[in-house]
């Protein structure tokens, strides 16, 4: 139990905290949801990504290995999420919301911020949570993007709109030139520092703010299924994890650091997406808020089991 409190207390509680600061804020201002979303999404994120993937500690051969696990572990939730909706006999439209939920999930505003606090910043750590991340924000946005339109086959815009990602291009851009060891000239490493750096304050108040502006009630109609999304994401998720690091060798603080990452709750990109695309927008959200809200504590008991 004195684990357990100390997780929260240190780990936990400060960043529901930020979150809470960006509830505030949306209550009282009203802020534009959409401006921070953009910074985050194009300024911010980009900024960070790129740094951690030119400046990584991790090997060739490590990198390929991690980026295999986040795109298994992406695969088994897939197929577990699907099981169930086929059980449900749940509609396309609700197939796709609700694999979303469990598949995206929350890896750069809330992982990277837990990493850095369950971690101490360690930086191989905090690396192994950018390569999820980069997987994260890139399979969303393009297989993500299809899967919502799968049943309107608009494919011409999902083109459009995978064309228009900044991750697409920064993520090869890091990558060649930490390979030939090109290095950034200081009129570009500063700026591209500071926005690294002004990434996890905002990320943390975005999420806030976004969650701010979301309804709280759920819904009867839809209660069981967002129940059954939390389920599959923060306790189903990080068993999988588990077994899957288990499988594939790893140990020490990789395995530790790509379990934490799998407790985290559904990303707002499934919200986003299902915005976009008129796709079962009161069940995104509903998803995403109430796993944030039950992460709190689900979050604590695997950070207790695996560090």
């Not at 400060?14 to 401006?35: C, K, N």
């Not at 995206?104 to 369950?118: C, D, K, R």
């Not at 995978?162 to 060891?181: E, H, M, Q």
């Not at 999988?240 to 990452?261: E, H, K, P, Q, R």
């Amino acid at each position: 139990m004195t684990i357990l409190l100390q997780i929260l207390t240190n780990n936990v509680i400060p960043l529901s905290a930020m979150i809470a600061a960006g509830v505030i804020m949306q209550r009282v201002f009203s802020l534009d949801i959409r401006t921070l979303s953009k910074l985050n999404f194009y300024v911010f994120s980009p900024a960070i990504m790129f740094r951690m993937l030119y400046e990584t500690e991790i090997s060739a051969a490590m990198f390929g290995r991690i980026v295999l696990f986040g795109l298994l572990f992406m695969a088994m939730q897939y197929w577990i999420s699907d099981l169930v909706c086929r059980v449900r006999k749940a509609s396309p439209a609700r197939r796709a919301a609700l694999r979303n939920s469990v598949m995206f999930y929350n890896s750069a505003n809330y992982g990277i911020p837990l990493n850095q606090l369950v971690f101490a910043g360690n930086p191989y750590t905090l690396s192994v949570q950018v390569l999820i991340s980069m997987i994260q924000s890139l399979v969303p946005n393009t297989y993500g993007v299809y899967a919502v339109n799968a049943h309107k086959a608009d494919l011409r815009r999902i083109g459009r709109v995978v064309l228009s990602l900044p991750v697409i291009y920064v993520i090869p851009l890091a990558l060649l030139l930490r390979a030939f060891g090109v290095p950034i000239p200081q009129a570009l490493e500063v700026p591209i520092g500071y926005l690294a750096n002004a990434f996890i304050g905002t990320a943390l108040l975005t999420l806030g703010v976004q969650l701010g502006s979301m309804s709280w009630r759920i819904e009867r109609e839809t209660a069981v299924d967002v129940g059954l999304s939390a389920l599959l994401r923060l306790a189903v998720g990080p068993v999988l994890a588990w077994g899957l690091t288990l499988l594939m060798g790893f140990d020490g603080l990789t395995a530790a650091a790509l379990i934490v990452s799998s407790a985290v709750p559904s990303s707002l990109s499934s919200v986003l997406l299902a915005v976009e695309f008129d796709n079962e927008k009161e069940f995104s959200s509903q998803a995403v808020f109430f796993s944030t809200l039950l992460s709190v504590f689900t979050v604590t008991i695997v950070i207790a089991l695996v560090t």
